[in-house]
């Protein structure tokens, strides 16, 4: 066995011959054999670096996005997190992190799922395909993980010059959405589907998927992150971090607040006093921050592009919000059996067939009355949905009058 290499410019060199091996056709068994012996670890700077300057030195984006798992299967078990830089909670990092621990337990899920489907023969039930859809609704709030990645981090790597690695993995990104847009529209379209016509798309579809998604966390757990905190600056982090609520979180509600160390530089922020001016008034942002969060109801908005953009948070909601759900498709926020009726919702609104729904079930022995209403402007355009959800038991046991001062909460 050869001495291992020490020297980080010759380990870069003989990892960038070793990768491109692998373009040529050498297989990744026989590429990680040689990286053991002659390289042993690699430090995680090394694989930007090397991968930064194939795509310099002419290999196609595409070639090397095609041959991206490969890389990741290769270099598993031999990256090198010593030095590596930890996120407090609050920083990106740390949320982006949080978010990787909900998604590989999502896929986790469905792993346990498709090993309970496998022991069965003949029709499978409809529960457990059920079921299995939901994981991958469930899923599909990557995409937020994702933008907040490319929209966010990535500009300021190529701030740096670091373009090579942001590319292919935004790429990869890509044919995950892919993937799981294509597993969800297969599984909707099961009908008391046989362990054959399941099989075929567990292989075709749903392994593909979850591998995929496994193998991105790994490469941002193992490369892109450590690289990151490496190279922005606190200042720059902070940008993110202020910016990272317009786009909202995937399966995780960041509860910490964060700020760099040296808040000296950080710019000024604006008056709370500033007022938000209707045509019948106007709030501060704490004012009306406090209406929302007093009103005996339950609100949650919907933009027309049927994104979840807003709720309000009164200490006794009906029904669990929280911020992970921001930006996701509403139609992602139901399960499976009421998708279809909030489509039809949102079709008749924003057609402008109807302008109201209303429910009402029982929840808890409370009942509860739920209602939608289309939001327009004053052209009778759509804008989107508004759900206002009451408690009206207390309400419906009302008789007589009540004309004396008398305090709820007092005894």
Request: net charge negative; aromatic share 8%.
């Amino acid at each position: 066995m050869s001495e291992l290499i020490n020297n980080n410019q010759q380990k870069k060199k003989l990892l960038k011959e070793l990768i491109l091996q692998l373009h040529q056709g050498k297989t990744a068994k026989a590429i990680k054999k040689q990286l053991v012996q002659i390289l042993g670890k690699v430090p995680y700077g090394l694989v930007v670096e090397v991968e930064q300057e194939l795509i310099k030195d002419g290999l196609p984006v595409q070639e090397v996005l095609k041959l991206c798992d490969v890389h990741g299967e290769v270099l598993k078990g031999m990256v090198d997190q010593e030095g590596a830089r930890i996120a407090p909670p609050g920083h990106p990092v740390h949320t982006f992190k949080q978010e990787n621990l909900a998604l590989q337990g999502e896929c986790d899920h469905i792993k346990i799922l498709l090993d309970k489907i496998n022991k069965l023969s003949g029709h499978i039930p409809e529960k457990l395909w059920m079921d299995l859809r939901q994981y991958f609704n469930n899923l599909m709030d990557v995409d937020k993980h994702y933008r907040r990645k490319e929209n966010l981090l990535f500009p300021y790597l190529e701030k740096y010059e670091i373009t090579g690695p942001p590319t292919v993995m935004w790429g990869k990104d890509d044919e995950i959405r892919e993937l799981l847009k294509g597993t969800i529209e297969a599984l909707s379209g099961l009908k008391n589907p046989n362990q054959d016509e399941f099989k075929s798309i567990v292989e075709w579809m749903i392994k593909p998927t979850v591998i995929n998604l496994e193998e991105m966390i790994y490469k941002e757990e193992e490369i892109l992150f450590p690289m990151c905190l490496d190279t922005l600056t606190e200042l720059e982090w902070y940008d993110i971090y202020q910016q990272s609520d317009e786009i909202g979180f995937c399966l995780y509600d960041p509860k910490e607040k964060w700020e760099p160390q040296d808040t000296s530089e950080l710019p000024l922020k604006k008056a709370t006093s500033d007022k938000i001016q209707l045509k019948t008034g106007s709030f501060t942002l704490e004012e009306l921050s406090a209406i929302f969060n007093t009103l005996p109801v339950d609100l949650t908005f919907v933009d027309k592009e049927n994104k979840v953009r807003f709720f309000s948070n009164n200490p006794e909601r009906i029904f669990d919000r929280n911020r992970a759900i921001l930006g996701r498709k509403v139609q992602m926020c139901h399960p499976p059996s009421s998708v279809d009726t909030v489509q039809k919702i949102l079709n008749d609104f924003q057609s402008g067939r109807e302008s109201q729904a209303n429910f009402w079930i029982t929840l808890a022995g409370k009942f509860i009355h739920i209602a939608y209403f289309a939001l327009r402007d004053e052209a009778g355009d759509y804008l989107g949905t508004l759900e206002v959800s009451q408690d009206l038991t207390n309400l419906r046991e009302l008789k007589g009058e009540q004309k004396l001062l008398h305090y709820e909460n007092k005894p």
